[in-house]
């Protein structure tokens, strides 16, 4: 068991352009979430799956961000048109329903 | 909506000691779970402790221990004994399992603790 992987550890993007992000959770975890964390806050949550549904989205995602799970595995965050205030720290968390939230060592955003 | 305040944004204690982190919530449902999450610097966050509303008994793990106050809706994290690498960001996280909402985690600011040598 290698916990939660998220690629990549950074990203650096123009104002405009599309950035992608993958997580992979731990393999028998049925339930991924995404967070975004900005610097001297805790992480807010911005949506989460169980299995391959998306069960919840945060008002805080808007239609530029798009997140998927196909077939239940590794999950993917999309940010299409970035925004300079899209920049911060984007954490992929795993778990068993119900249980501990597995937490991945995020991808790092800056938006120039 | 939940919210969850951590009052202290930064604390500093002698190697050896004890400290308290403060925490408060704000809810209106009656079954919920609450954490202590652990992020060291440039490290991933890690669960310190978990404390169940429906158990009256606090939660203990080895120096880690809570004081949960359900009417007060307090929920304090005791470290004994703090070494160094107890320096970190600690978050407060407050969950409410498969009700109305966002069943993601809610998390204070963050209290950073600083163990000096």
């Known amino acids: 068991d290698t916990g939660v992987s998220q690629d990549p550890r950074h990203k650096i993007t123009k104002r405009g352009q599309n950035v992608t992000f993958r997580c992979d959770p731990i393999?028998?975890?049925?339930?991924l979430y995404w967070y975004r964390q900005t610097l001297g806050q805790g992480p807010e949550f911005l949506t989460y799956f169980q299995n391959e549904a998306q069960l919840e989205k945060s008002r805080l995602l808007s239609d530029r961000f798009s997140a998927e799970r196909p077939k239940g595995s590794f999950s993917t965050l999309e940010i299409q048109r970035t925004e300079q205030g899209d920049s911060a720290m984007y954490l992929c968390?795993?778990?068993?329903?119900?249980?501990?939230?597995?937490f991945g060592p995020g991808t790092r955003l800056t938006v120039l | 909506a939940q919210t969850v305040t951590q009052s202290q944004p930064e604390m500093s204690v002698q190697e050896a000691e004890t400290v308290t982190l403060s925490c408060t919530y704000d809810?209106?449902?009656?079954?919920?779970?609450l954490f202590w999450y652990k992020q060291p610097p440039s490290r991933q966050m890690i669960l310190v402790i978990r404390?169940?509303?429906?158990?009256?008994q606090n939660a203990t793990e080895n120096r880690f221990s809570v004081n949960f106050q359900k009417a007060a809706k307090s929920f304090s994290l005791k470290i004994s004994d703090s070494q160094l690498g107890d320096t970190a960001m600690y978050f407060c996280a407050f969950m409410n399992p498969g009700g109305g909402g966002a069943d993601g985690l809610t998390f204070g600011k963050g209290t950073h603790l600083i163990i000096q040598p």
């Open positions: 968390a795993s778990s068993v329903i119900y249980n501990e939230q597995f």
């Open positions: 404390q169940e509303a429906y158990k009256q």
């Open positions: 809810t209106s449902e009656s079954n919920y779970y």
């Open positions: 393999s028998e975890h049925n339930r």
